[in-house]
C-alpha cells in the first residue's frame, strides 16, 4: 500500500481508469460525492457485501437477514431522534469559504495531540528497548502528561457541548484552540449552526395528500421496526441477531474524501438483541468478532486501530470505531455499539405496541438490550483498494501496477489468456473458459501481447491467469500465473478449477 495525499489521487484516478468507480452523471459534470460503481468496482463490492452476509448470517445460527425499505413511517424518525438531534455542527471560514463540521476541526485537533503521545512512546520504546514499561512512561513523561492533560481539558468542554447542543461553547473551543482553516491558514469564522442530515421527500402524488417521508440515514431502524415480526416468525430466543445490508443517505455537510464519505452510501448493519444486563458481555464479543473477520482479508493488524468513544451517544453505554490506516489517515470504518433498549423503547412509545420479549428462563417480560455493529460497504471497499494499491518495479527494469487484493474478493478470479490468436488457441481457450465460467468470474481476452494481457489483468487484482499455448493442444495442460509472484506452474487443463477454488477460500470464523 502506498501512503499521503498524492497516493490517495493515483488510487482515485485508477479506480476510474480500471472500471471501478466513476462520479455520478459524469457527462454531466458529476454530482456531488455520488459514486457509481462500474464493471469491477460492482463485482468488488458484490464480493465484500457476500463475504459479510455470510460470515454474519450464515455463519451464525442466531442471525437472520432481512431487506426492508428505504422509506419508512416518519415517526420512525421521530421515535429514533433523527429528526430532532441528526444534525451536525457546521462552520465556515470567511476567507476560504470552506465549510467545515466544527466537532471534525476539534476531533482533529485532538488526534495531533494523540499522535505527539504515541510519537513520544514509539521514540522510548527505541531507547530503552527489552526494558521499556510503556504504562509507566505514560503515567510519568512530563511531555506525554502535558499533552494528555490538553485533551482531558478540551474533552471535558467538548463532549457535555456536543451532548447539550451548546454551539458557542464549540466555536469558543475552535477559538481558543487556536484552529486554522485547513486552506485559508486563517482564524476568521463564522457563528456554529446545526444542520440535519437527513433528505426528505414528498410522498402521494397531489400535494394536499402527500406528506414528507425521508429517505433512511441508516439501516438500523428497518430491523428495530421488524423486531417482532422476525422474533415471532421466526421463533427466535435471546439472544439473537438481525442483520441487513441497504442504502443510506445523508446530506453530509463536507463530502471530500471520494467514497469514503459519500451522501448516498451503503450500510451492512446487524442488531443483536440480548437480556439487559448481558450487553457489556456481547459489546465485547462483537467488538472482538468483527476485528476478526477484517484481519481474515489479510489486511495486517497495524492497519487497524480501536478508538473508544470517551463521549458516548445518549441512548450508548459503550462505543468504539473500527479504524483502517486510510491514505489521508486513521478512519473509521465500522462502529460496534451498545445501544440499552433506547430504540426499541422509543419505538414502543410512539407506536403504542409492545415491543416486548416474554423470557423462558426468568418468566419476565422485557425490552431487549441491543448491541449493533455497523460498516460501511462503500468505506470498506475503498480500504480494501487502498491496501490492494502497489506500484511495483519489476526485476527486468519494468513497472507494473497491481491490486493485490485477497483472492476471494477480486473481481475477476480467473483470466483465460491464448498465446496467439491463431493455431486453434482461441478455440481451446473458449473451451477452458466455458467450463471455468460456472465456477468463477472468469475473462477471456486475445487481443494484445500476452505481457500487456498480464499488465491489465494484474491493473484489476486478478489473482489468476491461465495461459492457453501450443502445448496445451497436445497434452491438455495450461500454464496457471500468480498475480503477486507472477511465478508460472504446468497444471493439467481439468485441474484448474480445484487448484483455483482450494486457494481463493475466505472462511470468517
Ligand atoms: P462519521 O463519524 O464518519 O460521519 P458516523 O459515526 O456518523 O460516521 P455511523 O452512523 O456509525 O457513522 O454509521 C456506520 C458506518 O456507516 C460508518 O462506520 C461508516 O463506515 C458508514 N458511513 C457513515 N456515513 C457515511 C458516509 N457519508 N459515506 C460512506 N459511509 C458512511
Redesign the pocket.
Known amino acids: 500500500m502506498i501512503k499521503g495525499e498524492d497516493s490517495f489521487k493515483k488510487i482515485i484516478a485508477h479506480c476510474k481508469e480500471y472500471g471501478f468507480i466513476f462520479p455520478s452523471s459524469e457527462i454531466y459534470e458529476g454530482l456531488s460525492?455520488v459514486y457509481d460503481y462500474g464493471q469491477n468496482g460492482a463485482e468488488l463490492k458484490n464480493n465484500i457485501r457476500d463475504y459479510w452476509w455470510r460470515s454474519m448470517v450464515q455463519y451464525h445460527e442466531n442471525i437472520v437477514g432481512l431487506d426492508t425499505a428505504i422509506f419508512m413511517h416518519p415517526t420512525v424518525w421521530k421515535a429514533s431522534g433523527h429528526v430532532d438531534a441528526f444534525k451536525?455542527p457546521l462552520i465556515d471560514n470567511k476567507d476560504s469559504k470552506k465549510r467545515y463540521?466544527a466537532d471534525?476541526l476539534i476531533e482533529d485537533h485532538i488526534a495531533r495531540l494523540e499522535d505527539k503521545i504515541t510519537k513520544e512512546v514509539s521514540k522510548a520504546s527505541r531507547r530503552f528497548g527489552s526494558t521499556f514499561d510503556e504504562k509507566l512512561f505514560r503515567e510519568t513523561n512530563p511531555r506525554v502528561q502535558a499533552s494528555r492533560k490538553k485533551i482531558d481539558d478540551i474533552n471535558r468542554r467538548f463532549v457535555p457541548a456536543m451532548e447539550n447542543g451548546q454551539l458557542e461553547d464549540l466555536r469558543a473551543l475552535i477559538e481558543e484552540l487556536g484552529i486554522v482553516c485547513p486552506v485559508s491558514g486563517s482564524r476568521n469564522w463564522t457563528d456554529v449552526r446545526q444542520f440535519n442530515l437527513m433528505f426528505s421527500t414528498q410522498m402521494g402524488s397531489a400535494n394536499d395528500d402527500a406528506s414528507q417521508v425521508y429517505l433512511r440515514?441508516?439501516t438500523a431502524q428497518g430491523i428495530f421496526v421488524n423486531y417482532l415480526n422476525v422474533q415471532k416468525t421466526g421463533r427466535k430466543k435471546l439472544p439473537f441477531g438481525i442483520a441487513q445490508i441497504g442504502k443510506?443517505f445523508?446530506n453530509?455537510i463536507i463530502?471530500r474524501q471520494f467514497?469514503?464519505?459519500?451522501?448516498?452510501?451503503?450500510?451492512m448493519?446487524m442488531q443483536f438483541f440480548v437480556r439487559p444486563g448481558q450487553e457489556k458481555e456481547w459489546f465485547e464479543y462483537w467488538k472482538e468478532k468483527r476485528m476478526k473477520w477484517h484481519l481474515a482479508l489479510g489486511i495486517p493488524p497495524e492497519r487497524f486501530r480501536i478508538h473508544t468513544h470517551d463521549k458516548l451517544a445518549h441512548y450508548a453505554n459503550a462505543a468504539i470505531?473500527?479504524e483502517y490506516d486510510f491514505p489521508f489517515g486513521f478512519?473509521?470504518?465500522?462502529?460496534v455499539?451498545s445501544r440499552t433498549d433506547f430504540d426499541l423503547g422509543a419505538h414502543q412509545k410512539f407506536s403504542g405496541k409492545k415491543l416486548q420479549y416474554f423470557d423462558p428462563e426468568t418468566n419476565e417480560s422485557y425490552v431487549p438490550y441491543v448491541v449493533e455493529t455497523?460498516?460501511?460497504?462503500?468505506?470498506?471497499l475503498l480500504a480494501v483498494l487502498s491496501h490492494a494499491y502497489r506500484e511495483e518495479k519489476l526485476d527486468d527494469g519494468s513497472e507494473r501496477v497491481v491490486l493485490n487484493i485477497t483472492p476471494a474478493l477480486a473481481p475477476v478470479k480467473i483470466a483465460v489468456l491464448p498465446l496467439v490468436k491463431k493455431d486453434g488457441l482461441p478455440e481451446k481457450g473458449r473451451e477452458v473458459f466455458n467450463i471455468l465460467k460456472h465456477d468463477f468470474n472468469c475473462q477471456y481476452e486475445d487481443k494484445d501481447a500476452i505481457g500487456r494481457r498480464y499488465r491489465r489483468q494484474d491493473a484489476i487484482g486478478t489473482p489468476y491467469c491461465i495461459t492457453i499455448d501450443h502445448e496445451t493442444l497436445e497434452n491438455d495442460t495450461v500454464t496457471i500465473r500468480e498475480r503477486d509472484s507472477m511465478k508460472q506452474d504446468r497444471i493439467p487443463a481439468e485441474n484448474i478449477s480445484r487448484v483455483v477454488s482450494g486457494r481463493i477460500k475466505l472462511r470468517p470464523e
Open positions: 460525492a451536525d463540521r471534525v440515514p441508516e443510506a445523508r453530509e463530502a467514497i469514503f464519505r459519500m451522501r448516498e452510501f451503503e450500510q448493519e470505531d473500527i478512519k473509521e470504518i465500522e462502529g455499539h455497523s460498516i460501511g460497504l462503500d468505506r470498506m
